[in-house]
């Protein structure tokens, strides 16, 4: 028995010893002696390696043995060393410039440039290498560091050293973040990534933002970007069309491993067209782009950026090559804030022919558990595949030394103290808000800016509310919205009480219930502010919005059933009560206006809209996004934009008799929408399109209609269900209806060709719209205009059939 233990644990001392790993380390140079940044270093004919950091100085764990490694990086000649290691190993490299030579290209005078063909042969394999690769799995580690080189001594009259906790220059790194994950990937677009490891400077409870995702750039797809810097996107340099928009040089060629490889340099043929410069390397027979290092400047329609640069080595495997390792560079300069930094993704341990289980991409993009960020300073010097540089080692020991003094209760409670005072700011602009933060109690008092308001029923009025919100446990919560107000014309006071109760945010479950009495608008929309409704009354004689009184009872219940189906049903019992103006006071009276009535269908007399009723209503409804991706987090879920179609489902039940209800009706709706829809470099498009019919309308009052978003005003906040033309109210409908909506903005497509316009970074938007209802058919709108931010300018056209029926200017602002 005893010589079989000696002689079982020698073999697992054997076993332990053949699996031991240790650390290859070092810094890798030019001939010159610069450190070369994020260079590749890797074991030969494995995916196993890493990257050096921005200082290229480069740490990874190797098992024991012999080993062929591989350095190598754009622009230098790779070495390959075979190093037997037995224990922690210190190896410094020193690369070669890579001697890319003409001597075996002829070229005369009239040739053709020698870098067309190459390039023509690498757009026809194009798509053949787009595909090659059906599904993948990988190990990614992202880290993310942002600093700030320059900015202004103050902002707002702030310190803005202390403000973001900068050197005596005003110059630091404002974040800093690492993660670890595993990444699977299966064509045409299905993602899942799980998240091992998390750490951020300063934030030891945080999560990193980090996403694999974010960093994929696949330059066998024509456009390249879309919807990250810039609307409209960049085209890639070996698309499609790529000719149209770039110029080609072959700079040289040389033979690393038997393959020759062809540097060449990309030429935007137009400075302001959305494109990249810099150099490709393209290998011959098979094609295949093996490196890339391009950027990004203004010129290109990049939005807050200078300068980005693009930096994406490969690796090869079995049949292709894959991403070992991408880098985005970046500057850029907003208002005296002069900032730089960079985002790495090394990519290790390839499976090429993974098999997934079933339903293993079922929407979650990405899984980060509350385990993520407990990895200690062991874990992450043992797994840490990037070497920290002096000033990030520097950053994390000041930044979470200085966390651990903001995180104890003494800091806490003295910074809760000090938030928690009431200012004249935060009195009038933003809201007051008092934290509790030992109970996870929060209250919100409406900011006054809000609270005073005119229309010509209630003359001037006041309307406050405050917002409790208590947290519990398992991330659930609920909030309880108090609400008052009060016209000093009509003399009459509403008051109501909301309760919503969150109890699990996976499932964006909630059950909510309310009552009270309130004043509303007629169309239950809101046909505009109270703030621009105000304006329009007071100074331009013109009461566009109509109410009503409301008093209720409300309760609801709202969850996902499945990903991206979310289901809801309400019922609410209300009183409805008509009202009439009180006051015509306004600032100044202009010649040719008049206030009109509250009825919008009598606007010369004061006549009651509708008898005051009671009603007894049930909506139930059904929400499905197709493709719906979300991202989940110990808190809860994230759900992402999508990229297909939401489907709405509704129907509404006017229930007769039942507590003296006179209400009568059922209606279903369904509505399509989508947002974002790409179509390349001309732009994106988005569309909604509802239909609806009574099936029952025997007794329908006003409030109870189908309405529509009209628009009276010359200045609104922007929404694609809104109409430029149509009145607010007189063509709400108690038949059936069908509704669409339009919008494509070509993303500054034309005005990039313009030289003054182009500075200005305007969108060209057109669009339509189209009702028709029994007393409304055939309407239809056209517009254009420009937009910039959340500025936009159109002039439109409406239509009753063939007739043109108004035209004009609107303006909007906001999101």
Sequence with gaps: MKPFLITLLLIISILSSSAQQFKLSGNIRDTEGVP??????????TTKGTSANIDGDYRFSVESGTHTIVFKAIGYKPIEK?????????????????????????????????????????????????????AYTTNVYIKGVQKLVGAPKKIFGRDVQRLLDLDTNRKGILYLSESTSTFAYQRPDKIHEEMVSSKTAGENKAFSFNKASDLIINFYDNILLENKLSSRGFVSPISDNAFRYYDYKLLGVTTENGVQINKIQIIPRRENDPVFRGTIYIIDDS???VNADVYLTKNTGINLLDTLNISQQFLKTDFTYMPTNINFKFNGNILGFKFEGYYIGVYSNYNLQPSFPK???????LKITAAVNTKDSLFW??????????????????????????????????????????????????????NKRNTGKRYVFDPIYQSFFYNTVEGFAIKSGIVYTKKLEDNSYYNVRAEGRYGFSN?????????????????????????????????????????????????FETNYSKFYKKEFTNIGTTRMLMNGLQASINANYSRNIHLSNTTDFKVEDLKGEHFTSNNPFSPDTETPLFPNYKALTITASLNYTVGQQYITRPEGRSYQPTKYPVIDLTYKKGINGALNSSVNYDLVSIEVSQKNISSGLWGYSSFIIGAGKFLNNKSVYYPEAKHFQGNNSLFSVPDLRKF??????????????????????????????????????LEEIIGASYLTQPTKKNYSEFYFGLSRLIFRATYGFSYNGKNRVNHGFRFSYGF
Aim: zero cysteines; glycine letters at 4%; hydrophobic letters at 40%.
């Design 381 to 434: 010097i043992n797994n840490r595949p990037i070497p920290l540089t002096n000033e990030e080692k520097f950053n994390y020991i000041r930044k979470d030394s200085i966390a651990a003094i903001k995180n104890s209760d003494r800091y806490l409670d003295s910074m809760e103290k000090v938030n928690n005072r009431l200012g004249a700011f935060e009195l009038i602009v933003t809201g007051y808000t008092i």
């Design 724 to 761: 430029m033309f149509l009145d607010f109210y007189l063509f709400s409908t108690d038949r059936e209806y069908l509704e669409a909506h339009a919008e494509h903005n070509f993303s500054g497509f034309f005005t990039n060709k313009v030289p003054f316009l182009r500075k200005l970074k």
């Design 491 to 539: 003399k009459t006071l509403t008051a109501n009480l909301a309760a919503t109760y969150h109890y699990n945010p996976i499932k964006k479950a909630n059950i909510n219930i309310s009552g009270g009495s309130g004043i509303y608008d007629l169309n239950n929309y809101g046909s505009m502010s109270l703030l621009g409704n105000s304006i329009n009354s007071l100074f």
């Design 36 to 45: 070369i940044s994020f260079a590749s270093v890797y074991i030969k004919n």
């Design 359 to 365: 339903n293993y991409f079922k929407g979650e993009i």
């Design 287 to 289: 094609w295949h782009l």
């Design 82 to 134: 075979e190093l037997t290691i037995t224990a922690d190993l210190l190896d410094n490299i020193i690369l070669s410039p890579e001697a890319y030579t003409l001597s075996a290209v002829t070229i005369n005078a009239s040739a053709e440039n020698p870098a067309y063909e190459i390039i023509r042969q690498a757009i026809k394999a194009r798509k053949k290498h787009l595909t090659e690769v059906q």
